[in-house]
């Protein structure tokens, strides 16, 4: 068996894997969907020295840092190419799951994701936004399939990954001050 064919078994077992995990939990959704699904995601952050932070993420730890030139160390990326990241990465995985649920083979997807911020902003500078003014993604997709199952795949993704509608949709981000275990 050649290695591209043992690829591709691979990615045709994944595929059905994939596909079954996603009929389980639509499922088991579907049998009470006048009850909300209500997940919540956490992520606990410390800054460690300078701009230096931890973020802890369930098991994982990951180091996010400022560039030398804005005084940082460079140890990660900073907290806006997170977000880049973020979003690309959700992406990708949405674009996995409903492939493997609408059986569309996939040889790879990769995705180039762009922000831009207006600096003034976030050094109080001048009075704009000191987030991101835009953001512009391009997706990747190689697949044996025709365009308008892609199309469809596409519309799908945009209309169900869920890091692109908390960054298109308006939420409530709400927040509090401890200052020496008391509330500010």
Known sequence: ????????????????????????????????????AIREFRADTELVKGYLTKAQIRQFTLDIDEKPGLGGTDKGPNPLEVVLAALGTCHEIVYAMYA???????????INVKGRIDARGFFNVAQVPSGFLEVDYEVDIRSPTDRSKIKELVDVVNTHCPLLDTLQRPINVNGSVRLNDELL
């Open 100 to 110: 493997a649920g609408l059986g569309i083979p996939l040889d790879s997807i990769k």
């Open 1 to 36: 068996m050649s290695v591209e064919t043992l690829k591709t078994f691979e990615n045709e077992s994944d595929s059905k894997a994939l596909a079954e995990k996603l009929k389980q939990i639509v499922e088991k959704l579907q049998k009470v969907s006048q009850e909300p």
